[in-house]
Each structure stands twice: as structure tokens, then as C-alpha cells.
């Protein structure tokens, strides 16, 4: 199967990036270096090419209804405009994606829409999107609901502004006041003369936006800013230190499902609401989860990677690495995963099995940026 | 994009270069590979006084993005570790055939060079 390809492909060739293939997309991985680009976000000012996350738009009479039922958050807690992260969760209450989902602003829409009040668009990870359209609009002729579902994917391109300049550096080149947005708050804007939702949003640990702009516009908007581009290498050493989860790392439906409440996002699961998996996590959460998602810092040296083993000191298996890396921000060896519940507090001591060597390790808060700051 | 291939080297598949001298090699991995790896931010070697067999593993080298095992191109005694690198990685990005060296090799048996490929070789199979 060929990569789908960003907007920006041919860019990306011009300026001699490191591509890779996520989720089905040929992304790119590396622009200058990954601690480049870091560091760069951390201090001032970096952009990202997300054009591969998935969009998808849902509208009609029952849209709400539909939203509600398909996703652990609340969305009737929406205003237009409006954004909250939430799961999508199976029978069992196990993540089959993590997202983000928008109530759409009213007006002057980036991708034009018949218009109607109550819509929203929700955005799941890289290659997800054919199977998150199946998911809703099979709910919606079970549930016999009056919803319009669309696929967006290849109507949207999106990029991340992130880091402390963000604000100053896109209240200048776009009409509307961006320094007025809370977080998880977005509006229609003219950046650089295109229409884009711009959202007070990001997977960085850094104030910021992401803007979804029409595809074809995708390098009017790109090529407007004049900052370090940065590529998914970055965006994963960025999201680790802050503690957030990736979908297929952190959590893998297929090879590795888990519960919101053990990874660590029961703060996006509303259960006075109804939603598939409702009464699943109901159960977890009275009798907590067996393990729970957590941070690590390797004392000895060496690199947590996805799949290391999390064991006691005596040697017992009580757990597994699923995101790990040389922090640029900490210059220490960081990582995020699972281990049970009973050891998860801030300040046991692990270890973590590299290359046949127990290496020391000491349980974290996920979010290691704010103890650093 | 070009990268730096010493002639005066001999170079294994897997990216590392032997710089022969006095009765000893000295070892590291090439320009091509440290661009390939990105960001070196870790290096396991072998002790000084450990014996290594010509071809096989003898530590890792860990990027941001990338774990990869490294390959001794001759065998022989470990006489000397680079362990200006457990503190700063990245030397092997900033001078891979300079300051970015791991190890030095008493070597056994000479011949191992011959098995070794030339810079022009080990140009063609980067490409």
C-alpha cells in the first residue's frame, strides 16, 4: 500500500527532511536535529506538519446524541468553539483511540458546511480515520440516529505552533485576537489571508495552537511562519517529558489495550453520561485499576525504550516501558509506562530491564516539565 | 548530501571504521551512520582488557530515535575506551573519526583487515 502524503510533500523534498511512515503516512521525522528542534520549542517557537492526524465531522438533528454515546467526555458541556479530550472506548471500556473534539465555532467555516448550528469534528489519530468513520456511522443506523458522519482527513491540513512565542508570533500574522483564546478554546481566524480553526490546543507541554487550514491552502499557511519546522522525532521527545499518552505506543488497542483510568486519563471519562463502555468503567473506577500509568527516571545509565520490563529490585516483573528517551529538556533518561498499582507511587524505587542489565529507576509523576520548572 | 569517507579506513557493512596503527586499530562508526542515527545521546562499550572477536557485537549506540548494536571490525584485546563519551554522546555526531572514536583494539591477527571494505566499497552499499 503506497503512504498517503501531506500537503507538503513535495516542501519536505525541496528542504532534504528525514521522512517516515506513521500510521500510513510518510511524515517527516527529522528537519534540522531532533534536540534542535526541542529545544527550540521549549524556548521560543517551533511548527509541526500534523496533517496526518485524522478529521472527521458530525452533523444533523442527532449529532450530539451520537457524540455523546461514541465518547467518554461530556460534549453537552460544549459551547461552539469549544474543544475537550476525550476516549473512544469499546463494551469493555478499553481505549480503541484517544481525541480531540471541537463543538465548531459558528460563521465562517475553514471547510465549507451546509451551515447548521450543532457540529462537531473530532480528530483521531494517524490512520484511523476510515475505521472511526465506520464506528460512528454503524452506531448511527444501529441507534437509528439522524447524523451526518464525514471523513475529513484529505479536506484538513493541520499544523502545531508551539512553544512561549507562539502567541506574539501569530497574533501577528492573523486577524482576530489569538491571545484572547483559553485552552481548548478555538475560533475561525484569517491567518495569513486563509481561513483556519485556530485552537489554544497542542501535545507539547508548551502554550500554543493548532490550526487546521483548508489542504490546499497548506503551504500559504506553513510558509507564512518563520520558525524552526520540527518533525515527529521532536513531537515524541516533547509529548514524553509532558506526559502525554501516543495511541500504538502508550496504549495499542490490538496489542495492548487499556483502561482510561489505569492510563492515567480518567479526567476524560464523564460516567454521568451514557457512552459504550460506560458500565465497564464504572466497575474500574469503584474498585481502582491493577496498574497504573506512570513516569520513570533511570538512575543508572541507560535509555528506557517501548517494551522494557519494569521489575522490583528483587527481580519480580511488575511491569513494562512504553515510551522512553534521553530527555533533552532534563538531560536524563526518562520514560513512561505501566507498572501495578501498588508500586506506582512518586519515589519507589524499579528497575528496568535493558539488554539483560537491571538498570535502577525511580517512579515519577508523568509530567516530568513541572517539577523541572 | 555527501558525507565523509576516509580512504586510509577500512569499513564494515555495518558502519563502523577501523584506523589502523601500531599493533592496535582504533573504532568508531562513520559519518554516514551517525547522520543516519541522528542525535547520539548514548554509548554502551566493552571494558578496557575485554576480548573481542573479529565481527562481533561489542556494545550500542542509542539516538533520540534509534537503538543499534555496534560491530568490532577486527578481534582482539580492548586496550582503550573512549569514556569521553558517556558524558558527551554527541561527539560522536560532531567528529565521528576524530574525537568520536570508542575503542582501541590490540588486534590478533592482521589479516582481519583484508575482510574490512575500502571507502569506495562502503560508499557504494551507503547508496
Not at chain 1, 483521531?124 to 471523513?151: F, I, K, Y
Request: with cysteine; hydrophobic share 35%; proline share 5%.
Amino acid at each position: 500500500m503506497s503512504l498517503r502524503l501531506s500537503p507538503l510533500a513535495a516542501a519536505y523534498e525541496d528542504r532534504a527532511a528525514k521522512l517516515t511512515d506513521f500510521g500510513g503516512w510518510e511524515m517527516p521525522v527529522e528537519f534540522d536535529s531532533i534536540t534542535t528542534e526541542h529545544h527550540a520549542v521549549r524556548e521560543s517557537l517551533g511548527i509541526f506538519d500534523v496533517s496526518h492526524m485524522s478529521e472527521i465531522e458530525v452533523g444533523g438533528p442527532d449529532a450530539t446524541r451520537l457524540m455523546q454515546r461514541l465518547t467518554s467526555n461530556d460534549v453537552t458541556g460544549l459551547s461552539p468553539g469549544d474543544s475537550q479530550y476525550s476516549m473512544i472506548t469499546d463494551e469493555e471500556g478499553l481505549i480503541i483511540d484517544d481525541t480531540v473534539v471541537y463543538r465548531l465555532p459558528e460563521g465562517n467555516r475553514a471547510v465549507a458546511t451546509d451551515g447548521e448550528d450543532t457540529r462537531y469534528l473530532f480528530v483521531p489519530n494517524a490512520g484511523h480515520d476510515e475505521d472511526m468513520l465506520a464506528r460512528w456511522t454503524d452506531h448511527r443506523d444501529e441507534w437509528g440516529l439522524d447524523a451526518d458522519v464525514e471523513n475529513r482527513t484529505d479536506s484538513y491540513a493541520m499544523f502545531a505552533l508551539q512553544g512561549p512565542d507562539a502567541p506574539a508570533t501569530l497574533a501577528d500574522i492573523s486577524e482576530g485576537d489569538v491571545r484572547d483564546l483559553s485552552k481548548f478554546e478555538a475560533e475561525y481566524m484569517t491567518v495569513s489571508g486563509v481561513t483556519a480553526l485556530v485552537s489554544r490546543t497542542g501535545y507539547t507541554g508548551e502554550d500554543g495552537y493548532e490550526i487546521l487550514a483548508p489542504w490546499d491552502a497548506a503551504e500559504t499557511v506553513w510558509s507564512a511562519f518563520d520558525c524552526q519546522p520540527c518533525g515527529l522525532g521532536a513531537r515524541d521527545t516533547l509529548r514524553i517529558e509532558a506526559g502525554f499518552l501516543l495511541s500504538g505506543q502508550d496504549f495499542d488497542y490490538e496489542t495492548d489495550p487499556r483502561d482510561p483510568y489505569e492510563a492515567g486519563v480518567g479526567f476524560s471519562v464523564k460516567l454521568d453520561t451514557e457512552f459504550v463502555g460506560r458500565d465497564a468503567l464504572e466497575r474500574v473506577y469503584e474498585e481502582g485499576p491493577d496498574q497504573r500509568f506512570v513516569g520513570l527516571r533511570l538512575i543508572d545509565r541507560g535509555v528506557p525504550r517501548h517494551g522494557y520490563d519494569v521489575t522490583t529490585p528483587g527481580g519480580e516483573q511488575i511491569g513494562t516501558v512504553t515510551s522512553g528517551t534521553m530527555s533533552p529538556t532534563l538531560s536524563e533518561p526518562i520514560g513512561l509506562g505501566y507498572v501495578d498499582s501498588e508500586y506506582a507511587e512518586v519515589g519507589t524505587t524499579v528497575r528496568v530491564e535493558i539488554r539483560g542489565q537491571s538498570k535502577k529507576a525511580r517512579i515519577e509523576p508523568t509530567n516530568l516539565l513541572d517539577e523541572h520548572r | 548530501m555527501s558525507f565523509e569517507t576516509p580512504d586510509e579506513l577500512g569499513y564494515l557493512e555495518s558502519h563502523e571504521w577501523a584506523r589502523r596503527e601500531d599493533g592496535t586499530a582504533q573504532v568508531g562508526i562513520t559519518d554516514f551512520a551517525q547522520d543516519e542515527l541522528g542525535d547520539v545521546v548514548f554509548v554502551e562499550l566493552p571494558d578496557v582488557g575485554d576480548e573481542l572477536a573479529a565481527q562481533a557485537e561489542f556494545g550500542v549506540v542509542e539516538s533520540i530515535k534509534a537503538v543499534s548494536d555496534l560491530y568490532a571490525p577486527v578481534g582482539g584485546e580492548v586496550v582503550a575506551v573512549n569514556e569521553e563519551l558517556f558524558n558527551t554522546p554527541e561527539l560522536v555526531n560532531d567528529d565521528p573519526y576524530g574525537e568520536g572514536w570508542m575503542l582501541e583494539i590490540e588486534f590478533d591477527d592482521e589479516s582481519d583487515f583484508d575482510d574490512l571494505l575500502a571507502a569506495d566499497e562502503y560508499v557504494d552499499q551507503t547508496e
